[in-house]
């Protein structure tokens, strides 16, 4: 069940929108952050708040990037593999995660905390090679800066765990 | 720094926007002052298009002429769709603007809505902008609070806002139609005009889609002239600066505002910082993914549209993409086919099913599986995407087509020696 506060705080968003179908991504954005995932659940929840077919919200929710519709870890990995991160090896960066992760390309980790995906240019090729994680962009990845970032977010996790 | 005047990034600094007080000690909101309310929007129009500003968005269409297609009888309601999904490879220009002057921004998208009567606007951001997004909301908050965004702008009659859109992410959104698409809520497939947007759009109410970049040009325009926009440029006919991405074998890549006109090479080997050392010219791409190579033969160029096109190729979007000797353009062309068949949006069958199969030839011949034959099977099929029902295809296959008219014997050479001659596999 969605919290009423945050149905409270979709319902208004929609409403105060030119048109409910506009705020479609946003609303699964935040479903998506709340249920981890777009799950069958979340995809009621979200055709009901914005007046869409189960049908019209699903023609969205495979077409983008960023919405998943499968469960994926706490924090999803996005490599770049367009043309200037291949130049630059994103292949290594690729193959530095899969092996401190333990975790395959489309694959999420044991303990659910990250997933990892391919993505096409994200716009950062003059910090080549790159990845976006949860959004956020790092750039001008070698294994060291990967390695700290990969600590920064395990240690995160286990705060929020412990809080 | 640079010998050519700023004129986007005059506010430019490092790891910082500018802030609203900073735009206006730069005559910031200048424009707004002197014509929301004062002048008919028609002068906006009239300014514009003496200055002959063409859209920055990859198409070059002449952003005057597109307000001019909005009846002026037309409905109420109208929008403009401000767009920076930019998804082309290569291309980042839109985002160093946001994060430089985002208050330029704001006033061109005002000052173009104005134009053309609209009462709002929607600034369409892809997700791995979301640092992007995050600053225009904020910044938008602060004009509002100034009197430049909202209800009576100014004390006059005109009322505008703007909001920012989120996208979930797909290439395809860039393209003018898709965005409209993915605006209301919509799979973002395009649509094949008639009617155009200007006249049913959003919501069947006239829109317009703008470039970013595009529309931060205005308020300089309409405050210097059209006469100061024509002389920034190098080259006979152009007109204003232009934002060039700069990626690839260079050694300082980077988004460098140069006028139009520029010769290729300058902006290579003096602003990017040239190869490195040990690394020759092969070819770039001068536009991002969707245009064609451009070879050492080209390298003096002007960078202008109508330059550009005399060569045989296109501005675009002004993201060059710069390849050494050592990098195989077979390996890299088919990294590129991979780009534009996963993103293709699956509507049209040349697109759908032949991009998999141009990549599917390459692939082989990367991987030395081609034969003799593939060549003209691969030509054969990029010309199919021409019938398809948008330009992602044939953009697509721009870059392939050239490999073949440039580099035929590198890709041959693929095909004799079985194997690539440059990666082991
Ligand atoms: C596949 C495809 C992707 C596009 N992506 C973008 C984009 O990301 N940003 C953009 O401004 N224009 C993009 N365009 C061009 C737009 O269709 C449109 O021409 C442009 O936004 C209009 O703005 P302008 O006239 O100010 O240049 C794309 C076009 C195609 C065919
Ligand atoms: S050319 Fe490709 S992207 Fe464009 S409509 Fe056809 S399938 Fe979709
Ligand atoms: S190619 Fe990777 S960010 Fe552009």
Same mark, same amino acid.
């Given at each position: 069940?969605?919290?009423?506060?945050?149905?409270?705080?979709?319902?208004?968003?929609?409403?105060?929108?030119?048109?409910?179908?506009?705020?479609?991504?946003?609303?699964?954005?935040?479903?998506?952050?709340?249920?981890?995932?777009? @799950?069958?659940?979340?995809?009621?929840?979200?055709?009901?708040?914005?007046?869409?077919?189960?049908?019209?919200?699903?023609?969205?929710?495979?077409?983008?990037?960023?919405?998943?519709?499968?469960?994926?870890?706490?924090?999803?990995?996005?490599?770049?593999?367009?043309?200037?991160?291949?130049?630059?090896?994103?292949?290594?960066?690729?193959?530095?995660?899969?092996?401190?992760?333990?975790?395959?390309?489309?694959?999420?980790?044991?303990?659910?905390?990250?997933?990892?995906?391919?993505?096409?240019?994200?716009?950062?090729?003059?910090?080549?090679?790159?990845?976006?994680?949860?959004?956020?962009?790092?750039?001008?990845?070698?294994?060291?800066?990967?390695?700290?970032?990969?600590?920064?977010?395990?240690?995160?996790?286990?705060?929020?765990?412990?809080? | 720094?640079?010998?050519?005047?700023?004129? /986007?990034?005059?506010?430019?600094?490092?790891?910082?926007?500018?802030?609203?007080?900073?735009?206006?000690? @730069?005559?910031?909101?200048?424009?707004?002052?002197?014509?929301?309310?004062?002048?008919?929007?028609?002068?906006?129009?009239?300014?514009?298009?003496?200055?002959? $500003?063409?859209?920055?968005?990859?198409?070059?269409?002449?952003?005057?002429?597109?307000?001019?297609?909005?009846?002026?009888?037309?409905?109420?309601?109208?929008?403009?769709?401000?767009?920076?999904?930019?998804?082309?490879?290569?291309?980042?220009?839109?985002?160093?603007?946001?994060?430089?002057?985002?208050?330029?921004?704001?006033?061109?998208?005002?000052?173009?809505?104005?134009?053309?009567?609209?009462?709002?606007?929607?600034?369409?951001?892809?997700?791995?902008?979301?640092?992007?997004?995050?600053?225009?909301?904020?910044? $938008?908050?602060?004009?509002?609070?100034?009197?430049?965004?909202?209800?009576?702008?100014?004390? @006059?009659?005109?009322?505008?806002?703007?909001?920012?859109?989120?996208?979930?992410?797909?290439?395809?959104?860039?393209?003018?139609?898709?965005?409209?698409?993915?605006?209301?809520?919509?799979?973002?497939?395009?649509?094949?005009?008639?009617?155009?947007?200007?006249?049913?759009?959003?919501?069947?109410?006239?829109?317009?889609?703008?470039?970013?970049?595009?529309?931060?040009?205005?308020?300089?325009?309409?405050?210097?002239?059209?006469?100061?926009?024509?002389?920034?440029?190098?080259?006979?006919?152009?007109?204003?600066?232009?934002?060039?991405?700069?990626?690839?074998?260079?050694?300082?890549?980077?988004?460098?505002?140069?006028?139009?006109?520029?010769?290729?090479?300058?902006?290579?080997?003096?602003?990017?910082?040239?190869?490195?050392?040990?690394?020759?010219?092969?070819?770039? /791409?001068?536009?991002?993914?969707?245009?064609?190579?451009?070879?050492?033969?080209?390298?003096?160029?002007?960078?202008?549209?109508?330059?550009?096109?005399?060569?045989?190729?296109?501005?675009?979007?002004?993201?060059?993409?710069?390849?050494?000797?050592?990098?195989?353009?077979?390996?890299?062309?088919?990294? $590129?086919?991979?780009?534009?068949?996963?993103?293709?949006?699956?509507?049209?069958?040349?697109?759908?099913?032949?991009?998999?199969?141009?990549?599917? /030839?390459?692939?082989?011949?990367?991987?030395?599986?081609?034969?003799?034959?593939?060549?003209?099977?691969?030509?054969?099929?990029?010309?199919?995407?021409?019938?398809?029902?948008?330009?992602?295809?044939?953009?697509?296959?721009?870059?392939?087509?050239? /490999?073949?008219?440039?580099?035929?014997?590198?890709?041959?050479?693929?095909?004799?020696?079985?194997?690539?001659?440059?990666?082991?596999?």
């Amino acid at each position: 069940m969605l919290p009423d506060e945050l149905k409270k705080l979709l319902s208004e968003r929609i409403a105060s929108a030119e048109d409910p179908r506009e705020q479609a991504v946003d609303a699964m954005f935040e479903l998506q952050s709340y249920y981890g995932y777009m @799950s069958d659940e979340a995809m009621t929840e979200a055709s009901g708040l914005l007046g869409m077919t189960p049908l019209e919200l699903e023609e969205l929710a495979t077409f983008y990037d960023h919405i998943y519709r499968e469960p994926v870890g706490r924090y999803v990995i996005h490599v770049c593999d367009s043309a200037i991160c291949w130049m630059h090896d994103h292949l290594s960066v690729v193959d530095h995660i899969r092996s401190q992760l333990n975790v395959e390309v489309g694959g999420t980790t044991a303990d659910g905390l990250f997933t990892l995906l391919p993505v096409c240019c994200i716009g950062y090729c003059d910090r080549a090679p790159a990845m976006t994680i949860n959004r956020r962009v790092f750039g001008r990845l070698t294994p060291e800066k990967i390695d700290r970032i990969l600590t920064r977010l395990k240690d995160q996790a286990q705060f929020a765990e412990t809080e | 720094m640079s010998k050519y005047p700023l004129v /986007l990034f005059q506010n430019r600094q490092p790891n910082r926007i500018a802030t609203l007080d900073e735009y206006r000690q @730069s005559s910031g909101y200048q424009a707004l002052e002197d014509f929301i309310g004062k002048r008919p929007p028609g002068e906006v129009t009239a300014r514009i298009g003496e200055a002959g $500003l063409r859209g920055r968005g990859g198409a070059g269409f002449p952003a005057a002429k597109k307000w001019l297609a909005v009846p002026a009888d037309g409905a109420f309601p109208r929008y403009l769709a401000v767009n920076a999904d930019e998804m082309e490879p290569g291309t980042f220009k839109d985002r160093m603007l946001i994060h430089a002057d985002p208050h330029l921004i704001i006033e061109g998208m005002i000052l173009a809505g104005y134009a053309f009567a609209a009462s709002k606007a929607f600034i369409f951001v892809r997700p791995s902008y979301e640092s992007s997004a995050v600053i225009l909301e904020t910044e $938008l908050e602060h004009a509002r609070h100034a009197g430049y965004l909202g209800r009576n702008i100014l004390g @006059s009659e005109f009322s505008f806002d703007i909001s920012v859109h989120r996208s979930g992410g797909r290439y395809i959104c860039g393209e003018g139609t898709a965005l409209l698409n993915a605006l209301m809520g919509k799979r973002p497939n395009p649509t094949k005009p008639p009617p155009y947007p200007t006249l049913k759009g959003l919501w069947d109410r006239p829109t317009v889609v703008n470039n970013i970049e595009t529309l931060a040009n205005i308020p300089h325009i309409l405050r210097n002239g059209a006469e100061w926009f024509k002389r920034l440029a190098l080259s006979r006919e152009g007109m204003g600066t232009k934002l060039y991405c700069v990626s690839g074998r260079v050694n300082n890549p980077g988004c460098f505002e140069l006028p139009i006109g520029i010769r290729l090479s300058e902006i290579i080997d003096e602003f990017a910082g040239g190869l490195p050392a040990g690394s020759e010219f092969k070819a770039c /791409l001068p536009g991002g993914a969707s245009t064609r190579y451009l070879t050492r033969e080209h390298y003096d160029v002007e960078m202008d549209f109508d330059t550009l096109a005399a060569v045989g190729n296109r501005l675009g979007t002004a993201a060059i993409m710069v390849f050494d000797r050592k990098t195989c353009l077979v390996a890299t062309t088919l990294n $590129l086919l991979q780009f534009f068949a996963r993103e293709s949006c699956g509507w049209c069958t040349p697109c759908r099913e032949g991009l998999p199969y141009i990549r599917d /030839l390459l692939w082989r011949i990367e991987y030395g599986e081609g034969r003799e034959e593939f060549i003209p099977m691969i030509r054969e099929m990029c010309k199919f995407s021409w019938n398809s029902y948008c330009a992602l295809a044939p953009g697509a296959t721009s870059p392939v087509e050239s /490999l073949l008219t440039y580099f035929e014997d590198e890709v041959r050479e693929h095909i004799s020696q079985r194997k690539c001659p440059y990666n082991a596999h």
